[in-house]
């Protein structure tokens, strides 16, 4: 039988229908354009950056957020490696009665033990910022896959954790990126915040970095910090009070 042009057509809606109800959505379905996260610098009437309200509203569907619906700030914390300066935070965190997320790596994971422990312990959440810290847009979809359950199980095995919120590593997603990480059981968490604090040979001057942590603070508001920053565990506990001072409270993320 020969097939018009909108009977191929139909054919092959019908076709992509069939298979959406029998195996789900096809990440190949969706677009694996690699792009690099950022809040940008302009701000609604009330402090919210406009380019986290456009993530949240583009990749909702996938269970992706830069900011919460919540009056709430999150503190997250990225954990690639172990500089000395977590368990001063944990201090920090303790004696103001604030809980984090830190965003674990494979090898921050299976190198520090008794800190991971003790965030679990002390009540903040774990999350995963994949096994090698790859960017899953330049992966397949089972290596991608791979780079997130591997650290998801080895975290389960080893501290009895099982963790629920995925940090894109390098801040690098894509639709179909942030479509498997969802399909993992995850929920991806970025930022509304976040600054150079990372290049631990380049640390910002404590005055300015305490002054712009303190001014960004919004309701919903997802905090970046490095835990290798010296200059952010110098300025925490004053962070904390100077953002509390402005009318808002912490709390971990309920997405």
């Not at 500089?83 to 920090?92: E, K, M, Q, S």
């Not at 984090?100 to 800190?115: C, E, I, S």
């Not at 002054?211 to 004053?238: F, M």
């Amino acid at each position: 039988m020969l097939l018009t042009g909108r009977k191929i057509s139909a054919f092959i809606t019908g076709i992509a229908m069939i298979f959406s109800l029998c195996f789900g959505t096809s990440v190949f379905a969706l677009d694996n354009t690699l792009c690099g996260y950022g809040q940008g610098r302009e701000v609604n009437d009330e402090n919210i950056p406009l380019g986290a309200l456009m993530f949240n509203e583009q990749f909702y569907a996938q269970n992706a957020y830069a900011v919460t619906d919540s009056d709430k700030i999150v503190l997250t914390f990225d954990q690639g490696y172990e500089n000395g300066f977590t368990a001063p935070i944990l201090d920090t965190l303790k004696d103001k009665g604030v809980k984090a997320v830190f965003f674990l790596t494979g090898d921050y994971a299976k190198r520090n033990p008794q800190l991971v422990r003790r965030m679990i312990d002390e009540g903040h959440l774990i999350g995963n910022h994949g096994m090698a810290h790859a960017s899953l847009p330049k992966l397949s979809e089972a290596e991608a896959k791979e780079e997130i359950m591997s650290l998801h199980n080895y975290v389960k095995e080893e501290y009895g954790y099982e963790m629920k919120y995925f940090r894109p590593p390098c801040g690098e997603y894509s639709e179909q990126a942030l479509s498997t990480v969802k399909d993992c059981g995850y929920t991806t968490l970025v930022w509304s915040f976040a600054y150079c604090d990372w290049d631990t040979n380049d640390q910002p001057d404590v005055n300015t970095a305490l002054d712009r942590v303190s001014a960004a603070a919004h309701r919903g508001g997802i905090y970046l910090l490095h835990s290798v920053s010296e200059t952010n565990c110098k300025i925490l506990p004053q962070a904390i009070d100077n953002i509390r001072a402005a009318g808002f409270e912490f709390g971990l993320p309920e997405l």
